[in-house]
């Protein structure tokens, strides 16, 4: 099964990102709120997102940027809490995202005497990334060929395949499980792709559980 | 192959390389011009050096044109610098219109079609009135955030005629009705201050200034200015002095026809005196070998400067595999993830304390270095900013 050629050439695609300033900043929670109504989805995803792919191998102690400047530059820490558990993959739109953040703002603000804002620390700056794909000429057609290319292919690769295929792109699941099901009909490697959560992580950790997947995989096919 | 990228094949992340190979392909042909008041000296000069020749052997046009001035046209020009930089300064009418005439002179003479035009700090702005085609944009490499109002109302009527601008950091950039871009300054791992080095070579430079190995070095590396706190660095070094025997090397330059640098080159002379553990280096501006074997030789660096630019210093030790200990002013925040690869301190105490817990945490203090140069190798290099270019380049050549 491994080494029969998949129905579709599968072929990496990998991105490139410029980060634009909103000039829009926080100074504390309210604000923080305020002008997350406000800006584009666009930035809701940077926000989340974009970390993976500028730092993909260093796991920071919050999965998004909202919840790292609550506890880094607030110190707020509840807040930073309740907003890291908040997992994207819950959700099918940005839209839907962006609601959860602020009903969950709100509700934490609700409860508090006082609106917690930085004292020493920085601003929240609202960025918001513009994303360019770039084919990497790298293509494959069995599982033993794409376990090869995905130990070497550039990282912003896995991000594009995993990430943007999911909330910016709309995919259903992200384009490893799905090549693997309907090119590959490997339904339950397809399964344990879907199931793996990069937010809890960096993108190397993803590259090395994909990579550990594959040769399970592998490993049970030459066996049989 | 281009021999001009290869180079950087065994420094750049994993597969970074052959994904800028793909990205060019998507530039081919595009003219890139780049276009700035000096060829020599300063980190953007130094990049840019590098970088043309490499986008010009991937197959793009790039160029790079430096203006000519005069006296006057310095002089004005390094007084609006100073103003956006938030210093009170007057232009008068006069020095407004040598600023002018003589950027008009330099578009008489110089190229400027292009598909991306990208114009590098105040010096060569007004350009932009005798653009001839393409998309401009104006690269601002200082600290904008609180500039004096009236130099910035001043110049604000150039940035308006581009099409985008861009800063090195969110809190760099003014409000403006174009789009603003954030690109991060970037090292080059093969130049001087930045090579490997040979344990010959550093011992060499430790011991031209009789600093001693076996005892663990901090090190700041910044120009003596009041606003890189080297008395507050001294004050921490002194909290950590009970618990460790360490030495301090202060070393920076800038206080050639500098009256200011001078009187704080005196002041931390003064608060070192009777330590012969804290080694104050006044350095020659060329002395890039010395700085990065200081950094090669230094146990832990601090950068623990009350007001930054983005301070690629700290980029430049991260890259040596040390951790670092900074401040939360400019960009070293940006570059230090704390408690990964150092830590971010907002007083003296807090530096001393790191200090202690780092020197009594040799294994910590490793395995934060090789994870600082990992970081530096994927954000700050200067692959990712080639990266960076060619993306730009496309994006918006084809709006």
């Not at chain 1, 409860?111 to 360019?132: D, E, K």
């Not at chain 2, 190979?21 to 050096?49: C, D, P, T």
């Not at chain 2, 160029?63 to 001035?69: F, N, P, Q, S, T």
């Not at chain 2, 230090?336 to 202690?356: D, K, L, P, Q, Y």
């Amino acid at each position: 099964m491994t080494t029969t050629h998949a129905d579709a050439t599968f072929r990496f695609i990998g991105c490139s990102e410029i980060q634009e300033i909103l000039g829009k900043q926080a100074v504390d929670e309210r604000q923080l709120v305020e002008m997350l109504e406000e800006v584009p989805l666009d930035s809701v995803y940077y926000h989340t997102h974009s970390y993976f792919l500028r730092t993909p191998f260093i796991e920071r102690t919050y999965p998004n940027d909202f919840a790292q400047w609550a506890a880094q530059q607030v110190q707020d820490h509840v807040l930073a809490e309740r907003l890291s558990v908040v997992d994207p993959f819950d959700f099918q739109s940005l839209e839907a995202l962006r609601e959860e953040l602020i009903s969950l703002i709100d509700d934490h603000l609700s409860g508090m005497t006082a609106v917690p804002r930085t004292g020493f620390g920085a601003p929240f700056y609202f960025n918001r990334s513009r994303i360019l794909e770039v084919p990497t000429g790298v293509e494959v057609r069995t599982l033993r060929e794409f376990r090869d290319a995905i130990s070497d292919v550039d990282s912003s690769a896995i991000y594009y395949h995993v990430f943007e295929a999911h909330l910016r792109l709309q995919r259903e699941e992200n384009d490893f499980s799905a090549w693997f099901r309907g090119s590959l009909k490997l339904p339950d490697l397809a399964d344990r792709m879907k199931a793996l959560n990069p937010y809890l992580g960096s993108l190397e950790r993803l590259r090395s559980n994909v990579l550990t997947m594959c040769d399970e995989q592998l490993a049970k096919s030459a066996g049989t | 192959m281009i021999r001009e990228l290869e180079q950087y094949r065994a420094v750049a992340p994993k597969g970074a390389i052959d994904f800028l190979y793909r990205l060019s392909h998507l530039v081919q042909g595009k003219r890139f011009l780049h276009i700035s008041a000096v060829r020599y000296g300063g980190g953007m000069a130094e990049i840019l050096r590098r970088i043309v020749p490499i986008m010009k052997a991937m197959g793009t046009e790039a160029r790079w044109e430096v203006i000519a001035g005069t006296q006057e046209f310095t002089d004005v020009t390094r007084r609006i610098t100073d103003g956006l930089q938030g210093r009170e300064e007057t232009i008068t009418n006069e020095m407004y219109q040598t600023y002018l005439d003589v950027n008009a002179r330099n578009a008489k003479v110089l190229n400027l079609d292009a598909d991306l035009v990208f114009v590098h700090d105040p010096q060569p702005a007004p350009l932009v009135d005798h653009r001839k085609g393409g998309k401009w944009v104006w690269r601002c490499h200082l600290d904008a955030g609180l500039p004096h109002r009236p130099v910035w109302s001043l110049f604000r009527r150039h940035v308006l005629k581009y099409d985008a601008a861009v800063f090195s950091l969110p809190g760099f950039a003014q409000r403006l009705p174009i789009p603003k871009f954030l690109l991060y300054p970037s090292i080059d791992p093969l130049t001087e201050k930045n090579r490997e080095l040979s344990r010959a070579e550093i011992t060499q430079v430790l011991d031209q200034f009789g600093i001693a190995r076996g005892k663990p070095i901090l090190l700041q590396i910044a120009r003596f200015d009041r606003f890189k706190d080297q008395i507050g660095t001294i004050r921490a070094y002194r909290m950590a002095k009970k618990h460790h025997h360490c030495q301090l090397v202060l070393a920076g330059s800038g206080v050639l026809h500098d009256p200011e640098g001078e009187a704080v080159l005196a002041e931390v002379q003064q608060a070192a005196e009777h330590d012969p553990d804290i080694h104050v280096l006044q350095l020659p501006p060329e002395a890039d070998r010395e700085i990065n074997a200081l950094q090669r030789g230094a146990t832990i660096v601090i950068q623990k400067a009350l007001k930054e630019g983005f301070g690629v210093a700290v980029s430049e030790a991260m890259w040596k595999g040390k951790p670092v200990i900074g401040g939360t002013a400019g960009g070293v925040s940006t570059q230090i993830v704390n408690e990964a690869t150092g830590f971010i301190v907002h007083s003296v105490e807090g530096a001393a304390f790191r200090i202690r817990y780092l020197l009594s945490n040799p294994g910590v203090m490793s395995r934060m270095g090789a994870m600082a140069k990992e970081h530096v190798r994927r954000n700050f290099l200067i692959t990712r900013h080639l990266s960076d270019y060619f993306t730009i380049l496309k994006i918006l050549s084809t709006e």
